[in-house]
T-cell receptor, first 113, second 114 residues
């Protein structure tokens, strides 16, 4: 099992450009999450999907959109990137209600110039 | 608002000693508390979970305590090794609408020296 995979690993954008970060898991997990991690701050939840077909806002959703394409895939879209969105983005999955351990992907390092 | 504090300064210890990391929280009553390990350039990896009605949890060389009165968790690594060097994150877990969400601390970097 590959676990949680993310693409791309690195990306540089100019202000105003758009892009989609991809995440996939092969563990048949129900819930998936997108976090951002900034220096000196904890991981902050952007959006999550409790199950296929549902998505909800987390702590810092502004400037982002998500799509739960199917049970395996959960993508994060930046429609008009801003320098404040420079960060490392992590996707995570969780088996479902009653389970607590989150499995994280390797991250995408995004720089917005 | 909910706040989690971990010591932002790196903890430097000698190999073989016990490392103790602290996680304090305010304005919050978590159902669970989790500890994760994060190596540079990688995603966090789950280590241990302790529930609000548990005082202590052990796994091999790891021990976690949870004091809901003090609003504090301590994370211990006994007989530490250089391979234990990493950043350790604590996360509070509460059920919200039936779905688990985590609130993370900024992490404490541990360096174990030979």
């Amino acid at each position: 099992n590959a676990g949680v995979t993310q693409t791309p690993k690195f990306q540089v954008l100019k202000t105003g450009q758009s892009m989609t970060l991809q995440c996939a898991q092969d563990m048949n997990h129900n819930s998936m999450y997108w976090y951002r991690q900034d220096p000196g701050m904890g991981l902050r939840l952007i959006y999550y999907s409790a199950s296929e077909g549902t998505t909800d806002k987390g702590e810092v959703p502004n400037g982002y959109n998500v799509s739960r394409l199917n049970k395996r895939e959960f993508s994060l879209r930046l429609e008009s990137a801003a320098p404040s969105q420079t960060s490392v983005y992590f996707c995570a999955s969780l088996r479902g209600v009653g389970y607590n351990e989150q499995f994280f992907g390797p991250g995408t390092r995004l720089t917005v110039l | 608002s909910q706040k989690i504090e971990q010591n932002s300064e790196a903890l430097n210890i000698q190999e073989g000693k016990t490392a103790t990391l602290t996680c304090n929280y305010t304005n919050y009553s978590p159902a669970y508390l989790q500890w994760y390990r994060q190596d540079p350039g990688r995603g966090p990896v789950f280590l241990l979970l302790i529930r609000e009605n548990e005082k202590e949890k052990r796994k091999e060389r790891l021990k976690v305590t949870f004091d809901t009165t003090l609003k504090q968790s301590l994370f211990h690594i006994t007989a530490s090794q250089p391979a234990d060097s990493a950043t350790y994150l604590c996360a509070l877990d509460s059920l919200s609408g039936g779905y688990n969400k985590l609130i993370f601390g900024a992490g404490t970097r541990l360096a174990v020296h030979p």
